[in-house]
């Protein structure tokens, strides 16, 4: 089992910026894929980016040019830097991890609103 842990999370201003942190413990392998997925109220969860272990990374063409994803693999975490927010990337976003299955953190909350 992998276990997956966000942080970073919360509240901020149209324009402003957040960085969230994952976490990942367990049978958690450096090698693997790493990522995250956003879910907004009422739509379906949708790729933010994902890294890979040699830190080549892909966006979703609604976030290029805002968010960043990085990675330590001395620590297992990957991290997604947010800049220049706006209303509509309020949602709850979820750090993920691919092996043999899928595996996702709980969740956390980024609302962008003045």
């Known amino acids: 089992q992998v276990r997956l842990v966000e942080s970073g999370g919360g509240l901020v201003q149209p324009g402003g910026s957040l960085r969230l942190s994952c976490a990942a413990s367990?049978?958690?392998?450096?090698?693997?894929?790493m990522g995250w997925h956003r879910q907004a109220p009422g739509k379906q969860r949708e790729l933010v980016g994902a890294?890979?272990?040699?830190?080549?990374?892909n966006y979703a063409d609604s976030v290029k040019g805002r968010f960043t994803i990085s990675r330590d693999n001395g620590k297992n975490t990957v991290y997604l830097q947010m800049n220049s927010l706006k209303p509509e990337d309020t949602a709850v976003y979820y750090c993920?991890?691919?092996?043999?299955?899928?595996?996702w953190g709980q969740g956390t909350q980024v609302t962008v609103s003045s």
């Open positions: 890294i890979l272990s040699d830190g080549f990374t």
């Open positions: 993920y991890t691919l092996q043999s299955r899928t595996y």
């Open positions: 367990g049978s958690f392998l450096s090698t693997s894929v």
